[in-house]
């Protein structure tokens, strides 16, 4: 997908103190000493450096985002706070250059919303993950569907409605990625976000472990 209007508003909003979350995900997560973390849409840099404090040095947190602003900021975080078990990636969410099956624990918060092709995204998910690794995201997704109109247009989807897809088709698409083991943690009551009324949740899940029973 085309990151350039992510990156025009997120870059725009890289030195704020504006909020820009939708849910508990990090208060959900509880990163574990030596685990692989990833955090999907990292902004700047928050929640990374809250997991590798709880990670430790034998853990490592990786935070992908597609703002050139947000990845500055994060990563001058980093360096004041001298963590250096982190490592912000420039990348779009729907192909992630981290390898497959070694991570513990994906996080997200307010950013898979923004994807064009959302498949994309929670397969690369399930690919990332260790059998028995965990995700937990906040996001939202839309009461009734996004008018056609508004679904494609860059602006906004980067101001974190027009990309809502319904709460079936958001659940349709996590266990087409192949995850059955999915529980919704939170969720707020229905309110006004540009032309629609979304949801805002956080929601868990596991990677089965395949069974391994011959004797
Ligand atoms: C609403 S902000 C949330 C930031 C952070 N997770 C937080 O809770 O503060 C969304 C973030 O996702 C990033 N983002 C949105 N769409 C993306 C995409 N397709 N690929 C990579 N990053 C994306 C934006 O650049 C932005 O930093």
Avoid at 123 to 139: A, H, I, N, P
Wanted: aromatic share 8%.
């Amino acid at each position: 997908m085309d990151t350039s209007s992510i990156n025009l508003r997120y870059t725009e909003l890289a030195n704020t103190s504006c909020c820009l979350s939708c849910g508990g995900a990090i208060g959900y997560a509880k990163p574990r000493p030596g685990e692989y973390c990833v955090d999907l849409g990292s902004g700047r840099g928050t929640d990374v450096l809250r997991m590798a404090e709880a990670v430790g040095e034998t853990g490592f947190v990786y935070g992908i985002d597609a703002a050139d602003g947000m990845l500055e900021t994060a990563k001058r975080n980093a360096e004041k706070l001298e963590i250096s078990h982190v490592s912000f990636l420039k990348s779009d969410l729907e192909k992630i250059p981290v390898p497959g099956g070694i991570i513990d624990l994906v996080i997200s918060n307010c950013s898979i919303n923004h994807a064009g092709d959302k498949q994309k995204v929670w397969d690369e998910v399930y690919r990332m993950l260790k059998e028995g690794g965990r995700f937990v995201v906040s996001d939202i997704y839309a009461v009734t569907p996004v008018p056609e109109e508004y679904r494609n247009d860059p602006a906004a989807v980067a101001e974190c409605w027009a990309g809502a897809v319904t709460h079936e088709e958001y659940l349709n698409t996590l266990s087409k990625a192949g995850f059955s083991e999915i529980s919704m943690l939170e969720e707020s009551k229905p309110y006004a976000k540009g032309k629609v009324e979304v949801v805002s949740f956080t929601i868990f899940g596991r990677k089965e472990k395949k069974c391994c029973c011959c004797s």
